[in-house]
């Protein structure tokens, strides 16, 4: 689900490298930012073209939905199975709704937040979007399995 930062009048794509990443982290620290939603893989929780609000997190956990920079710059939400560390760097597993197979690592570096709540009238701006319990520890399931899948094949590859 790619999504680009937007104020409430139109929307202002980000395709930039650390230095804006790195700002619009801090500037989340003191206050909700908005994304709009392009795409379709994270119905019906995150419908294309709405708009919701994200900020920084001390801890992220097992079905939060992150908001993310991707490798070729643009920022995505999908929802977080997990995270470990390799090489003393924390790395998290995230995947789209509507697909079982997990994006690649993303290192911790390259996570902004996690989506909040939903920017409308009708919704309060400090309305947490809830992530059910059933959501959360499917995710952690997932996450398991894939690790011990891969365990598996590791070991039958020696």
Not at 5 to 30: M, Q, W
Request: charged content about 25%; hydrophobic content about 35%; aromatic content about 6%.
């Amino acid at each position: 689900m790619s999504a680009s930062e937007s104020r409430p009048t139109h929307a202002v794509a980000i395709n930039s490298g650390d230095r804006v990443c790195k700002a619009l982290v801090e500037l989340s620290t003191e206050q909700q930012l908005l994304l709009r939603v392009r795409g379709h893989c994270m119905q019906p929780v995150l419908c294309d073209g709405e708009h919701y609000n994200w900020r920084v997190a001390r801890r992220y956990w097992p079905g939060d939905i992150l908001v993310f920079r991707a490798r070729q710059g643009y920022l995505v939400a999908h929802r977080l199975l997990g995270c470990y560390r390799r090489e003393g760097e924390w790395r998290y597993l995230t995947r789209a709704d509507d697909t079982r197979r997990p994006d690649a690592a993303i290192p911790g570096d390259r996570v902004l937040g996690r989506v909040c709540s939903k920017s409308t009238s009708a919704v309060p701006p400090d309305q947490q979007l809830g992530v059910p319990l059933r959501t959360r520890l499917a995710c952690a399931r997932d996450f398991v399995r894939l690790g011990l899948g891969r365990l598996v094949s590791r070991n039958k590859a020696r």
